[in-house]
């Protein structure tokens, strides 16, 4: 084990919130190793059913009472922020007065920014934003991370080793951060989309829903994979696909007279958009403008 290992290995890690976000990470780090179970604190608002569920599947500690909940995050080397958008401002507020100087801040919060966490907690603290995705609780997400000014090497070390431990992590500047959620936070689902329409389109051609199903999972996972081990464009694989006159540029010339890049290029515009405007209403809300 090497020396920043040992800082993610030896934190006490505390999720304020415990959904499918959090369970991913979670997964991650339990199943790799990255953190020991009994290292991680995991709560929610009043849910004790899910939280029951998370100890029993990773044997992670929960907070089940008020009382557990402060002990959590007061004794935390690492606080990370997994609550949906709507209820980070109230929660921000709440366990901000008690936060020390040195715990580090990880957000996987949509929007929300370091200057919000900053200013709702002390100019200087330590704040690591993300923005992972789902995909993380397979070993294969895809996380964009950002540091608050001055962020100690040993914090940026644990925050790209618990991403790390789940998939690949990318340093961005604070201000791309929508640009990630655009691409690789919401992106699974625009790949989910397109492959419910290409099983759906077999369906209706006369594949059964179990081969539609696996003929477009193994296509999709074929041709990400395709783009990752050889290192070649997107835009020359579908080239080495597509025979002239033949039946994919027949369907390329289809998804083209329909509009689908333009589609796309709006659809995450406003993703990021949307990215900024949860921001601002978090801002909002916990600082009154
Ligand atoms: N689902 C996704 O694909 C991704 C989500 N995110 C971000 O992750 C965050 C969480 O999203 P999900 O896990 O999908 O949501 P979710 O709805 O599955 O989980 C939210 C959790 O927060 C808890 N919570 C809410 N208010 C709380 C409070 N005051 N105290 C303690 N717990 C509280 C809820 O009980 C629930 O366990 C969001 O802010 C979202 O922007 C980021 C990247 C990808
Ligand atoms: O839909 C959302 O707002 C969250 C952020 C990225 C993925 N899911």
Redesign the pocket.
């Known amino acids: 084990m090497n020396a920043t290992q040992d800082i993610l290995t030896h934190s006490k890690i505390c999720f304020?919130?415990?959904?499918?976000?959090?369970?991913a990470i979670i997964r991650g780090l339990v199943d790799t190793g990255a953190a020991p179970a009994g290292n991680i604190t995991v709560?929610?608002?009043?849910?004790a059913e899910?939280l029951a569920e998370l100890r029993g599947r990773y044997g992670v500690l929960t907070a089940d009472s008020e009382a557990a909940r402060q002990d959590a995050l007061l004794t935390a080397d690492v606080i990370v922020l997994?609550?949906?958008?709507k209820?980070?401002a109230?929660?921000l507020k709440?366990f901000a007065p008690a936060l020390r100087a040195e715990q580090l801040i990880v957000s996987?919060?949509?929007?929300?920014s370091i200057d919000t966490i900053r200013q709702l907690t002390r100019a200087d603290q330590p704040v690591v934003r993300t923005?992972?995705?789902?995909s993380s609780s397979i070993g294969l997400g895809a996380t964009g991370i950002a540091f608050s000014e001055g962020l100690p090497d040993d914090a940026q070390r644990l925050a790209l080793d618990m991403f790390g431990a789940v998939g690949i992590a990318q340093v961005v500047e604070e201000r791309l951060m929508d640009a990630v959620?655009a691409v690789s936070?919401?992106g699974?689902a625009y790949i989910y989309y397109v492959m419910e329409a290409m099983i759906a389109a077999g369906v209706a051609q006369g594949l059964t829903p179990e081969a539609a199903r696996e003929l477009t999972v193994q296509t999709v996972r074929g041709a990400a994979d395709m783009v990752r081990i050889t290192g070649e464009q997107p835009a020359e694989l579908r080239r080495k696909v597509t025979s002239p006159n033949g039946t994919t540029q027949a369907a390329i010339e289809t998804l083209q007279r329909l509009g689908v890049d333009e589609a796309f290029s709006a659809a995450m515009d406003r993703c990021a958009a949307r990215a900024g405007e949860?921001g601002r209403a978090i801002a909002e809300e916990a600082l009154g403008g």
Request: proline share 8%; hydrophobic share 45%; no cysteine.
């Open positions: 304020y919130g415990a959904g499918s976000m959090a369970e709560f929610n608002r009043s849910n899910r997994a609550m949906k958008p209820d980070a109230a929660a709440a996987v919060i949509a929007g929300l923005m992972p995705n789902t959620n936070g919401s699974p949860l």
